[in-house]
Structures are given as structure tokens and as C-alpha cells.
């Protein structure tokens, strides 16, 4: 498995925002209009109202997460940088994107055309002072340590309106936005896999995540098309993944003991609970890797033994069958 480096440029000051510090009580505060580039808040006429619009967005690693955050985004009108340290990275998530896009195009369900969408992204190997995003947005490896160093960076980097969120399936927000000065602007935004096709997005608020920041979380997740899942406490695994883990290991585990082949139980619960995919083919496409650090920023979290991955996976993933990114998994993609 890759990991993941986050390099940066910091030559000279970061453009400062006309939220500034403090900027989220504005959201409230003030009757003023808000100018500038980084101005998201956008009043309407008679100021009963207030629309919180995302102008522009940061996303931090260009695997199979990140790139269809970047697709979705993009398909709402948002301008997207898209990071990563690796340049055979993004060419491959260029590539996936420009096919997805077309076919989405192709089949009638966008209403602009593929270049137009494809213009508003842009690929980068590297964080250089004047990238003043809306919203910043983590889509690595479920590494804490790594994400710990990206969300220090973040920090560092972005100017003070800068809204920074993860992705993370599993690990605690109030752990990731304690590496920063920002707490109350940290947020998680757990997308699910494949992101441009699966409609709900968990928002989780930290211990110290402002309301307003959840707030703008779940415009911005209705804004890009998708419906908020709100998370109100900040507990391991959340909501979704607390629900769905349980069956996927349990499912891991007959496989183990020799009760059901893995093809068998995928069938079986697309056919009896109405699934579009089983357990094991949503893993495969997930990465198993990225199962097992799921599974194991619970299990660390919470010290519970339930959550310790099971043995099957432990062994596949030293293997190096990680998934249909590896040509092997629950399933062998090779054949």
C-alpha cells in the first residue's frame, strides 16, 4: 500500500479571507454582505434567509475517494484542486474521471457538457500559498498519523476561513482537529464508495465543531446533489459503518469457518435484501486495506474486541490482495 506524503510550499504568507478570525459568527452577526473571493455566504434579498454556497474546494489524495468527491463537486459548478503527491496518481484519477463524467454525459443525467465540468478541476502535486479554498477536504489512507500531518498542513496553509474536513470512515474528528488552531471550523464528511453514484454523506461535528460549520457542511452536501446524514456525537465508526461493519465481519467469518463461499453470500444478499452489490464485491472496490483501517481506528478507539479485524482479512491484506486495485481480493480480478 502507498503511503501517503504531504508536501507543501510555503515561500510566503497565505492570502487571508474576509471570514478572518472568527469568521463563523459572522455567519450570524452581521447584516453586512461578504466580498472577496472566499465571501461563500450569499444573502437573499429580503435576509430572511441565509444560503451557504461552497465556491471552491481543496481535496487532499486523488485514489478512488478523492477523485469522485472531485467529480461530484465539479458536476455541482464548484472549482476543485485536486492533490496528490503523486503525478502517476493523478493521471490515473484524470483519466477515471474524464471516463466517468462520460458516461454520465452519455446517458442524459447532466445538463452541461463533459468539458465544461472536466475545466473546473485542476491536478496538483503541491500546496502553494494563494490556494485559499472554501473547504479543504482530506481523502487519504485511514492512517491518523498521516491524516494528523495533512490537517497540521492544512493549517498551516489555509487562510482562517478555510472550512478543513475529513473523510475518514472511522477515526475520530476531535482527534484530527486537535492537530489544528481551528477546531471549531474541523468537520467530518464521510462520503461512501463509488462517491459520484451513492447519495449520502455523513456530516460529523468534532467536540468543538461550531454549529455553523455543520451547518455549512450539510448545504455543501446538498448543494453537490446528496442528502446529509447528521452526526451529532463524535463516536467511532459513526453512524453507517457502525451498522453495516458488524455484517461484513460476521460475513468474513463464514468464510473463514468453510459455511459459505464468498460468491454465495454475495448472491444471497443481493437476492434477499435487495443489495445492487455484496458485501465482498463492495470491499473489493473499497480496498480491503482500507476495511482493515477502518476497522482498526475502532478498535483502537474504543478497545472493544468486537471490532478487531477479522483473521481472513489480516492475512489477505499482508498478502497484498487489497481489492480490484490489486488484481486480487475477495474476489480474483486476474482470471
Known sequence: MRKYAFHAETDGVVGLTNLGVGGLSMFYDTEEPLKGK???????????????????????????????IAQVCAQAGIQVMLHDVSAASLEKSKKNIIWSVGKFVEKGKLTEDKDTILNRISFIQAIKPGLDPNLAIEAVFEDIDIKRDIFKTL??????????????SAIPITELAAATGRPEKVLGLHFFSPVPMMMAVEVIKGMLTADATAQIGKSFVEQIGKTPIMVNRDVAGFVINRINMP???????????GVASV???????????????GIFETGDMVGLDVTYGALMAMYQ?????????PLLLRRKVKAGHLGRKTGKGWYDYEK
Open 247 to 257: 455484517a461484513s465481519m460476521e460475513a468474513m467469518r463464514l468464510v473463514e469457518e
Open 38 to 68: 472566499n465571501a461563500f455566504i450569499e444573502k437573499s434579498i429580503d435576509r430572511k434567509e441565509t444560503i451557504m454556497s461552497i465556491k471552491s474546494v481543496l481535496i487532499i489524495g486523488s485514489g478512488l475517494m478523492g477523485s469522485g
Open 301 to 309: 478507539e474504543t478497545g472493544d474486541p468486537r471490532w478487531y479485524p
Open 155 to 168: 493549517d498551516k496553509n489555509c487562510g482562517p476561513g478555510t472550512l478543513i474536513a475529513s473523510n475518514t
Open 263 to 277: 460468491e454465495d453470500i454475495d448472491k444471497g444478499l443481493k437476492l434477499a435484501s435487495g443489495r445492487k452489490m
